[in-house]
């Protein structure tokens, strides 16, 4: 991806009225990735633009039938198809980097089998490389940007996130961290909505995942047809901030095409990618999002400055605490159509950054699913009062913030 075709991105996604899907799918998958980003911002772009984005997690290119069998023949040993009774060449989902396709095993169980569409890592490398020498120039010229808004800390989030995905020896493996993790705290916190898709190790290999086939559909089907409740919306929130505040190890990549409903349990799937935060940002983002759903704003301010590298002292930090509390002014009970929390954190640290705080990289993967969650909530319930309503689940948090 040179200049031109970053530029011609950006054009596709913020001005065009219109987005052209399969344009940005062509760009590669760097492309899509930053796209993506972009799909649940209905702060920042209108609906309807961030619906044509939202097709990129799901409904994107799918590698014809007949070319399956290439794959793999590259992919696989030649005894592994021996362990299947079925498998449907024709692919039944598809997402930026793998499809799945319906098997069932010799022992007639059902199963869901993902390939590795092609070999992405080269290009994909060769095109983060590539913007990353434009971010460079452009910071070279406009080096508050890189504090600001840290283009380079958030391309290098996403190159990271994505070559994890690549080997889907690691989806396996981080399955095991999160459930690991559930297995400790499950008669601590009510985990119980919680579910783990079973992983055939003795199957898998890193462009091969063969697990167990979930009849459900994924939060990102059920918001686009309007059926997705609420309620399961907040208890993602209470999941999946148990795993950031309470442990610091989370889910890297929580959009809706990722989490699965059946009935009334949620399944993580696609866990490549694993987020991490360090105790000291996972104990002040806590009290941060503690004070601000009992609208504290000025314990906001505290916890904020608590969590940068660069404490700010005496007359700076309370025209700081001053400024904060004017931005958070028409916060208090607005609905999330009315102020989103994203966009609102976001202006948040980017003031922080204007008078001299400074932040490690790990809150970009924090952020990335508040992000996705505050988005599934517009789309949801555009009327929520989202952080009165997380108030429920404060208390329990609290008791696991100092472990």
């Known amino acids: ?201 003795e199957l898998t290999n890193n462009n091969v995942m063969v697990s167990e086939f979930i009849e459900g559909h994924t939060f990102d089907k059920l918001l686009a047809e309007g059926k997705l409740p609420y309620d399961m919306i907040l208890e993602l929130f209470h999941i999946h901030g148990f795993f950031i505040f309470g442990v610091g190890t989370f889910h890297g990549d929580i959009h809706p095409g990722n989490i699965i409903l059946q009935n009334d349990k949620i399944y993580f799937v696609d866990c490549g990618a694993i987020g991490k935060v360090s105790d000291k940002l996972r104990k002040g983002l806590f009290h941060f999002m503690e004070s601000l759903s009992l609208y504290d704003f000025k314990s906001c301010a505290y916890w904020l400055n608590q969590m940068s590298d660069v404490l700010l002292k005496n007359e700076k930090y309370h025209l700081f605490e001053e400024k904060l509390v004017r931005l958070y002014d028409d916060f208090e009970n607005a609905t999330v159509s009315q102020v989103s929390l994203t966009k609102r954190m976001m202006e948040t640290i980017k003031m922080g950054v204007n008078y001299g705080m400074s932040f490690e990289q790990g809150m970009f993967p924090v952020i990335k699913s508040l992000m996705y969650m505050d988005g599934m909530v517009l789309k949801c319930n555009p009327d929520a009062i989202l952080m009165k309503d997380m108030r429920r689940f404060i208390g329990e948090f609290k008791n696991f913030v100092n472990i």
Request: glycine share 2%; proline share 1%; aromatic share 12%.
């Open 1 to 201: 991806m040179n200049i031109f075709s970053f530029l011609d991105l950006i054009i596709e996604i913020f001005y065009k009225k219109q987005t052209n899907i399969d344009k940005i799918q062509k760009k590669g998958l760097l492309a899509v990735k930053i796209a993506q980003t972009f799909a649940l911002r209905i702060d920042f772009l209108d609906e309807q633009k961030c619906y044509q984005l939202s097709k990129l997690f799901n409904h994107v290119e799918k590698i014809p039938s007949e070319q399956v069998d290439s794959l793999l023949e590259k992919y696989v040993d030649k005894n592994w198809m021996d362990s299947f009774d079925v498998f449907q060449k024709e692919a039944f989902a598809s997402a930026s980097i793998g499809q799945v396709h319906r098997g069932k095993l010799k022992n007639s169980e059902d199963v869901a089998v993902k390939i590795i569409k092609k070999d992405f890592k080269t290009q994909f490398e060769k095109d983060v490389t590539s913007v990353l020498k434009l971010f460079r120039l452009i910071i070279k010229f406009y080096p508050k940007l890189s504090k600001v808004a840290d283009p380079i800390g958030i391309l290098n989030n996403i190159r990271q996130f994505t070559l994890d995905e690549l080997d889907l020896n690691n989806e396996f493996e981080n399955r095991n961290l999160l459930y690991s993790i559930y297995e400790k705290y499950k008669d601590k916190v009510d985990l119980s909505k919680l579910k783990f898709i079973n992983i055939k190790k």
